[in-house]
């Protein structure tokens, strides 16, 4: 059994800064691609960032700039610093991890979700 914990959101006003933070747990063979995702109410989740083992990253066009993804590989956590927030970034925010549980057994876990709200 696989466990995704994140924690770091809450409510901050516009041009504020939040840090997610997401601790993966349980069986794990292999980590491969760490993401953060974000659902707005009445909108799709989307893809807001995410990074591969070797560092490697890619960003919505829409926090290019604002937003940070890294991974502590050692501590099976990631990380999303998020910088000049936007009203329109408030979210349930959700980390995403890939990889395999055993060589061969494919993984992919969801975290429960934390939600962020930015005011104006």
């Known amino acids: 059994q696989v466990q995704l914990v994140e924690s770091g959101g809450g409510l901050v006003q516009a041009g504020g800064s939040l840090r997610l933070s997401c601790a993966a747990s349980?069986?794990?063979?292999?980590?491969?691609?760490m993401a953060w995702y974000r659902q707005a109410p009445g909108k799709q989740r989307e893809l807001v960032a995410i990074?591969?083992?070797?560092?490697?990253?890619n960003y919505a066009d829409s926090v290019k700039g604002r937003f940070t993804i890294s991974r502590d590989n050692a501590k099976k956590t990631s990380y999303l610093q998020m910088n000049s927030l936007k009203p329109e970034d408030t979210a349930v925010y959700y980390c995403?991890?890939?990889?395999?549980?055993?060589?061969?057994?494919?993984?992919?876990?969801w975290g429960q979700g934390t939600l962020v709200t930015v005011s104006s």
């Open positions: 990074i591969t083992t070797g560092g490697s990253t």
């Open positions: 349980g069986t794990i063979f292999s980590l491969c691609t």
């Open positions: 995403n991890v890939t990889g395999e549980l055993a060589r061969g057994r494919y993984l992919e876990a």
